[in-house]
């Protein structure tokens, strides 16, 4: 699962910028299903935080 499953800090700024790329119907037990993960996340790069509007926290893990 690791290869599909990335932690955040959730801060409400974080989890604010996440849900806009979240199918909320296929989130559950606490994951959230990220339909739009191309937007910000590569294979090569992994996340890139610049592309989330505006946000300076840097507590990716």
Do not use: C, H
């Amino acid at each position: 699962m690791s290869k599909y499953v990335f932690s955040v800090f959730a801060s409400k700024n974080i989890e604010t910028q996440i849900d806009i790329f979240t199918n909320p119907d296929k989130s559950k037990f606490g994951y959230k299903y990220i339909e739009r993960w191309r937007e910000f996340y590569t294979e090569e790069g992994g996340m890139d935080t610049n592309r989330l509007n505006g946000i300076e926290e840097t507590q990716f893990l």
